[in-house]
C-alpha cells in the first residue's frame, strides 16, 4: 500500500467513525437543594432530547458526587475524580439552570470549578427558570463557560415559575417551549460535533 493511501485512507476511516459514532450529552442539574424541582425539568428535556435520537442523551445529577467545596479539602476524593470521569466521557452539555439570588447555585458553581481540561473544547446549552425565567443565572453561567472554554448556543429556552409550575413546585410546561428545546439541542448537536474534532 502507497505511503499516501495508508496516510489519508486513515484519516477517512477516522472522519468516517466520527461521523457514525453518537455523541454523548450530559443534562446537568444544577441544583442539589432538598425539594429540588430541577430532576422534573432534566427528566422533560431528556425525554424530548431522546426522541430526536441523534445522540446519547444521560441526566447527570451534582448532588450524586458528594463534590467538596472547592479548596476545603485536598481534592483526591473518589467523588471528585469521577465527577471529572463523566465529564470527559461528555461531548456536550445542556445545563439545567435555577435562578438564586440573581445567579447561578454555589453548587453548579463549585461543579464547574471541580473540572477544567473536562471541559475545554465542548458545547452548551441552557434551559433555565425562575421568576424572570432564570435569565439572570443563565446570563452568569455564560461568563463562566467562555472561561472554561466552553461554547454556549444562542437558543435559550427560559421557564417561569408562574406559569410553567404549578404552585412553583409541579412542573407543567407550556407547549410553546417545545419547539425552543428543540431548537437548541439541534445548535448543541451541532456544535459539539465540531468542537470533537478539536479535541481528537
Ligand atoms: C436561596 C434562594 C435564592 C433565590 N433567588 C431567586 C432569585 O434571585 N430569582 C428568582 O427568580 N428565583 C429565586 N429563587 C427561587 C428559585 O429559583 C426556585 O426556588 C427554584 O425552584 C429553585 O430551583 P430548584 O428547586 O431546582 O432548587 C431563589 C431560591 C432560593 C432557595
Same mark, same amino acid.
Not at 435520537?53 to 458526587?65: F, K, L, Q
Not at 448556543?153 to 404552585?167: A, G
Not at 425552543?180 to 445548535?187: F, I, R, T, Y
Given at each position: 500500500m502507497s505511503f499516501f493511501k495508508r496516510i489519508f485512507g486513515k484519516q477517512k476511516e477516522e472522519a468516517g467513525k466520527m461521523a457514525?459514532?453518537?455523541l454523548n450529552i450530559g443534562i446537568i442539574? *444544577?441544583?442539589?437543594?432538598? *425539594?429540588? +424541582?430541577?430532576?422534573?425539568?432534566g427528566a422533560w428535556v431528556k425525554e424530548i432530547a431522546e426522541q430526536r435520537g441523534d445522540a446519547?442523551?444521560?441526566i447527570?445529577?451534582? &448532588?450524586?458526587?458528594s463534590l467538596p467545596f472547592l479548596g476545603t479539602t485536598? *481534592?483526591?476524593?473518589? *467523588? +471528585? &475524580?469521577?465527577?471529572?470521569?463523566?465529564?470527559?466521557s461528555l461531548d456536550g452539555f445542556v445545563f439545567i439552570v435555577q435562578e438564586y439570588n440573581h445567579s447561578i447555585t454555589g453548587a453548579l458553581k463549585n461543579a464547574l470549578d471541580s473540572a477544567r481540561d473536562a471541559w475545554n473544547n465542548k458545547a452548551a446549552g441552557i434551559v433555565?427558570?425562575?421568576s424572570t425565567g432564570g435569565a439572570r443565572a443563565a446570563e452568569h453561567l455564560r461568563g463562566i463557560l467562555g472561561e472554561l472554554l466552553i461554547a454556549d +448556543?444562542?437558543?435559550?429556552?427560559?421557564?417561569?415559575?408562574?406559569?410553567?409550575?404549578?404552585?412553583?413546585? +409541579?412542573?407543567?410546561? &407550556?407547549?410553546?417551549h417545545l419547539t425552543n428545546v428543540n431548537a437548541m439541542l439541534d445548535q448543541v448537536h451541532a456544535w459539539s460535533g465540531a468542537l470533537k474534532t478539536l479535541r481528537q
Amino acid at each position: 500500500m502507497s505511503f499516501f493511501k495508508r496516510i489519508f485512507g486513515k484519516q477517512k476511516e477516522e472522519a468516517g467513525k466520527m461521523a457514525t459514532e453518537k455523541l454523548n450529552i450530559g443534562i446537568i442539574l *444544577g441544583s442539589t437543594r432538598q *425539594g429540588r +424541582v430541577s430532576p422534573q425539568v432534566g427528566a422533560w428535556v431528556k425525554e424530548i432530547a431522546e426522541q430526536r435520537g441523534d445522540a446519547n442523551y444521560e441526566i447527570v445529577d451534582i &448532588a450524586d458526587y458528594s463534590l467538596p467545596f472547592l479548596g476545603t479539602t485536598d *481534592g483526591q476524593e473518589q *467523588g +471528585v &475524580a469521577k465527577w471529572n470521569e463523566k465529564l470527559d466521557s461528555l461531548d456536550g452539555f445542556v445545563f439545567i439552570v435555577q435562578e438564586y439570588n440573581h445567579s447561578i447555585t454555589g453548587a453548579l458553581k463549585n461543579a464547574l470549578d471541580s473540572a477544567r481540561d473536562a471541559w475545554n473544547n465542548k458545547a452548551a446549552g441552557i434551559v433555565s427558570y425562575g421568576s424572570t425565567g432564570g435569565a439572570r443565572a443563565a446570563e452568569h453561567l455564560r461568563g463562566i463557560l467562555g472561561e472554561l472554554l466552553i461554547a454556549d +448556543v444562542r437558543v435559550h429556552p427560559t421557564l417561569s415559575l408562574f406559569t410553567d409550575f404549578e404552585n412553583g413546585t +409541579v412542573f407543567k410546561p &407550556a407547549d410553546l417551549h417545545l419547539t425552543n428545546v428543540n431548537a437548541m439541542l439541534d445548535q448543541v448537536h451541532a456544535w459539539s460535533g465540531a468542537l470533537k474534532t478539536l479535541r481528537q
